[in-house]
């Protein structure tokens, strides 16, 4: 196609002209199971009446005025945010990659307010993705996002997972923080191990690192949890979120205790867009509904639901699936075939997800997708498995 739209992405040839729940609809009225959700964004499915309320109600009062004004739905969200958390504090900027980026610069900032003036160096782990700006970038140590910008920043150590001897190793007098994406989206949804988790956040404690988590992708309500690290028992200084967080309207935050927010004082951070009044009505939306003990507990329920059936699908495929990873309802098949032949032919049948890395094929559908979906959708994946297996069987014959 003759594009003006720059060449970033290898798009798939096919628009959406709207969507319902978890469906949506091409111009010619081809329906597809929505289960990539924007990638992890559209928390609530596609159209969903309360936020396309919250978004109406507020476009009539105020849409912008700019942070050097108070803004009340800012308040509101950054209130629930910090009661349902660890945090004291939120920034509020508008994508993942800035909610990473804001972690990076207040965990500096936090170690420079103390007299730490050296501590700059911030450990990351391989198969993490944090975003596409330049620090970033940097932060994550992917080759191929790196390759041909320059000098990536300096002051990333990127390390294995789950290595406690490594990270033991790297740690010295200049290290600021210890930065973790707990369930590695990107990466192919590879889940930490809790034990290293733990041993981190303790390590962390006593040598006056800074704990940072990127639950972009994890976080809000997607474990079924409202905070993926909820999961792994531990607590971090500063956390990003992006995502879910706007439920499809562009947010992101950088939560953070009082200490690491004290260092970010007037001056030191800003954005021109950053927690207005559109993006927080929605926000504010979005949390209210996920995080009712209800809605998590169903997340659970329904995200067993999901594995059981996935993992028997695996089991009677294991020529084509090698396993089932992921916590709730992030979700990755591991194939063993490539994961574009898995994914194009449940495109073929009408049902959307993302790759990633390690050969995986990510699952992770609105969180309000109901049990009879999960059902219906499981089915059609068996058969697309069936389908990839039988044409398999008869290339060999
Ligand atoms: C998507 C993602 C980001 C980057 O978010 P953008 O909104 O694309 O900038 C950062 N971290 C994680 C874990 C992500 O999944």
Redesign the pocket.
């Known amino acids: 196609m003759n594009t003006s739209v720059a060449n970033t992405y290898n798009r798939k040839k096919i628009t959406f002209s709207h969507g319902k729940g978890i469906y949506l609809f091409t111009n010619d009225n081809k329906k597809y199971i929505d289960l990539a959700a924007g ?2 964004v559209n928390l609530l499915g596609h159209s969903n009446k309360s936020l396309i309320d919250a978004l109406q109600k507020q476009s009539k009062k105020l849409w912008h005025v700019s942070n050097l004004y108070q803004i009340e739905e800012q308040e509101i969200l950054a209130r629930k945010l910090t009661n349902l958390s660890f945090a004291d504090k939120v920034f509020f900027c508008n ?6 980026e804001c972690s990076i610069k207040a965990a500096r900032r936090y170690q420079f307010s103390q007299g730490y003036k050296e501590k700059k160096n911030i450990i990351t782990f391989k198969g ?6 330049l620090g ?1 970038i940097a932060a994550s140590n992917n080759i191929n996002h790196l390759e041909g910008f320059g000098l990536p920043l300096e002051g990333f150590i990127n390390i294995e997972r789950n290595n406690l001897d490594q990270l033991l190793r790297v740690i010295d007098k200049n290290t600021a923080a210890i930065l973790i ?1 707990p369930i ?3 990466g192919g949804i590879n889940v930490f191990d809790r034990d290293f988790l733990m041993n981190v956040e303790s390590i962390a404690r006593d040598k006056k690192i800074l704990l940072l988590l ?5 976080g809000m309500g997607r474990t079924g949890k409202m905070f993926a690290h909820e999961l792994f028992n531990i607590k971090p200084d500063i956390m ?1 979120l ?2 879910g967080l706007g439920g499809g309207f ?1 947010i ?1 935050a950088c939560l953070m205790t009082s200490p690491v927010g004290d260092a970010m004082n007037p001056g030191t951070h800003g954005s021109t867009f950053g927690g207005n009044p559109l993006a927080m009505a929605v926000g504010n939306c979005v949390t209210d509904i996920v995080s009712n003990p209800d809605f998590l507990s169903d997340i659970s329920d329904k995200a067993n639901l999901f594995h059981l059936k996935l993992n028997q699908i695996a089991k009677k495929y294991p020529n084509i699936i090698t396993g089932i990873k992921g916590l709730g309802l992030m979700i990755g098949i591991k194939c063993n075939i490539e994961n574009t032949i898995l994914a194009n032919e449940l495109y073929k049948n009408g049902v959307l997800t993302v790759n990633a890395g390690d050969n995986v094929v990510r699952i992770l559908p609105p969180l309000n997708i109901t049990i009879p979906e999960i059902n219906k959708v499981t089915q059609i994946i068996k058969k697309s498995v069936q389908n990839i297996d039988k044409e398999n069987a008869t290339k060999e014959n």
């Open positions: 990638i992890a994508s993942g990659a800035e909610a990473v993490s993705f944090h975003g596409r700006t970033t994406e590695q989206g990107e990127d639950e972009v992708q994890c990003a992006a995502k562009p992101g």
